[in-house]
């Protein structure tokens, strides 16, 4: 096995524990769409954790702009960072995946343990 590969599978099994955690964590508490915020909390805890400046509350839409669209049926209308065309509505477990695995990716760049 190359050193690399033996070397970045030691780190994974360290973390699998937290990182399983913080999965099942998400899975437990739920967030609509939109009003992730449990779950952005959590991902930038974990990053800044490992010492990334990080910026919270960005991205997000205001309730007072969301719930009109989404009445209208004109939520591809409000401004976003990402076009639907290339981020479709994903599955829930993809939603609670991604931060998870950004946690993950943080922790192994760091190469500290997450508390879960």
């Not at 030691?10 to 915020?37: F, G, K, N």
């Not at 931060?99 to 760091?110: F, I, K, N, Q, R």
């Amino acid at each position: 096995m190359h050193p690399f590969i033996a070397a970045a599978q030691a780190d994974i099994d360290r973390l699998i524990p937290d990182l399983t955690a913080i999965y099942q964590d998400l899975h437990r508490h739920p967030e609509l769409s939109m009003h992730e915020v449990r779950t952005a909390k959590i991902a930038a805890d974990a990053l800044a954790a490992c010492g990334f400046d990080v910026t919270a509350s960005v991205g997000g839409t205001a309730p007072e702009i969301y719930q009109p669209a989404k009445t209208s049926k004109q939520l591809n209308a409000i401004p976003s960072n990402h076009s639907p065309t290339y981020a479709p509505v994903l599955a829930p477990t993809l939603k609670t995946g991604l931060p998870a695995m950004l946690a993950a990716a943080a922790a192994w760049l760091c190469g500290s343990k997450l508390a879960a």
